[in-house]
């Protein structure tokens, strides 16, 4: 239907070139640009998710998996990642690009707004399994959850009204996990505007979910023994910048990307 659009405005401009012979050379190029421009819209092929996928695993495997046999062959007897990272669904903030983790470095746990429920073995079944796994059979050494500049996540949960009133089916009961960041945001920072705000609650956000993770009987005895530690970030893709904290908060300089 689309094309059949592109196709009757292409013949009516040209009719119309052909019959309006007083029309002025200025306005006769303008049409004719116009019918250009129509023209190789309706030409541009349209996305091939399959293509997508098969040319993006042949520049895979023949610049990374084929230049890397040692890698791929310890691979395939098994993993020991030294991370557990938790990090946003958003396709801005691939943790892999950002820090770039070869494949086998980290343990990767992606959702909206990289946030860490409490321990639930009936509601939050999923994540329990994922640190369950990571902690006790991988026997990762460093839990990362990582936080992002412009997250939809955080500005959802920033947009929840006072009284609770939901408007989708999951979204925002899950980013309720970290409403009590959003009421400290909204107490100690109310004299900032909407988006400073959103900000703010992006990084308080991952101290929540710091101390959710503590619930988890398993992560409570590791960081108490010193065999794991638990480091918050922030992600800013606007900037440029990345920033991380350990458990206590005490804040690392901002590096620069």
């Known amino acids: 239907m689309a094309n059949d659009t592109y196709e009757e405005a292409i013949e009516g401009l040209k009719k119309l070139l052909s019959e309006k012979n007083e029309l002025e050379e200025v306005a006769a190029a303008k049409v ?5 421009e129509l023209a190789g819209a309706a030409e541009k ?3 091939d998710p399959v293509e997508r996928i098969r040319t993006g695993f042949e520049h895979f495997k023949k610049e990374n998996y084929e230049k890397n046999p040692e890698l791929y062959g310890a691979l395939a007897k098994g993993q020991s990642p030294k991370f ?3 990090a946003c669904s958003d396709s801005r903030v691939c943790p892999s690009h950002v820090l770039n983790f070869q494949p086998g470095e980290a343990f990767m746990v992606r959702n909206i707004a990289s946030m860490v429920p409490p321990f639930d073995q009936k509601k939050y079944s999923g994540m329990g399994a994922a640190i369950e796994y990571a902690v006790i059979h991988l026997k990762v050494e460093n839990i990362l959850v990582i936080g992002h500049s412009c997250c939809g996540g955080i500005k959802g949960l920033m947009s929840i ?3 609770g009133t ?3 089916d999951f979204i925002e009961e899950w980013v309720n996990i970290c409403k009590v960041a959003k009421s400290k945001v909204q107490t100690e920072c109310n004299t900032l505007d909407f988006t400073e705000q959103c900000t703010q609650l992006e990084k308080e956000a991952v101290n929540v979910s ?3 993770l503590l619930t988890y009987p398993y ?3 590791a960081v108490v023994k010193n065999a794991i530690s638990l480091r918050g970030a922030h992600y800013d893709f606007v900037k440029g910048t990345f920033e991380h904290w350990n458990l206590d908060y005490n804040l690392s300089p901002s590096v620069s990307l």
């Open 210 to 212: 710091l101390g959710n």
């Open 161 to 163: 009204p006072d009284d």
């Open 32 to 36: 004719r640009q116009l019918t250009a």
């Open 219 to 221: 992560v409570r005895e």
């Open 166 to 168: 939901t408007q989708s």
């Open 84 to 86: 557990l990272v938790f």
């Open 45 to 47: 092929p349209a996305f």
